[in-house]
């Protein structure tokens, strides 16, 4: 996925300045946006978890828009690991007390079009692709040959490349504000992992 990176450059460089290619009516939109976070199942569903993010938005078309946004997101939950069977005799039988935990954070290009485009309604979708920072984490009773002891945090850290999808509604208050729902699904890969999260957001928009 390294060339992610260089098509994100490029496309970003293009995007900051020369933005009057994209637009033949020089319509833009920033917004602001949170939700919730649903992590990869590596860190078990996580509890308190959140995202929010600002994003700027710019049609070339009548339906045809750009976009260019930033992200973060965290998510913990405490849970219980039951160990029914120790083979090697190193821990008890019973329920034991585990962590896991998520965040992540990233800047993404995406190009999108609108299903539906009316005077209050829009219907859209967008296909992103950015870098990210992603670190994720989960406890373990069993054995750790690295750590070299029982018990112990798994964890993914590193900075790669994303990809995702957005799924969106917006509503015109007037003609310069509005509000929106979308639900957004992301891949990441870091250090070798392939991970995913899904997430529910609100937002506020202008017109600008």
């Known amino acids: 996925m390294k060339h992610i990176r260089y098509i994100f450059a490029c496309i970003t460089i293009v995007f900051v300045f020369d933005c009057d290619i994209y637009s033949q009516s020089n319509a833009s939109q920033a917004s602001i946006y949170g939700g919730l976070q649903f992590f990869d199942e590596y860190s078990y569903p996580l509890d308190k978890s959140y995202n929010f993010g600002v994003q700027y938005k710019k049609y070339a078309l009548h339906r045809l ?42 800047i993404s290009f995406g190009i999108g079009g609108d299903l539906l485009n009316t005077i ?25 040959y690295e ?41 990441y ?11 529910v957001n609100l937002k506020l928009f202008i017109n600008i």
């Open 189 to 199: 890969f870091v250090e070798g992992w392939s991970l995913y999260d899904n997430s």
């Open 147 to 187: 750590q070299g002891q029982y018990g112990y945090q798994q964890e993914i850290k590193g900075i790669g490349e994303s990809v995702g999808l957005d799924a969106g509604y917006d509503f015109w208050i007037t003609s310069k504000f509005g509000c929106g729902l979308f639900y957004r699904f992301a891949f």
């Open 65 to 106: 828009f750009v976009s260019f946004q930033g992200q973060f997101s965290k998510g913990e939950k405490q849970h219980d690991i039951v160990l029914y069977q120790d083979r090697e005799n190193s821990l008890p039988k019973g329920t034991y007390r585990g962590y896991g935990y998520g965040h992540s954070a990233g």
């Open 120 to 144: 209050r309604h829009k219907i859209y979708t967008l296909a992103m692709v950015g870098l990210c920072y992603y670190h994720t984490s989960k406890s373990s009773v069993g054995y750790s």
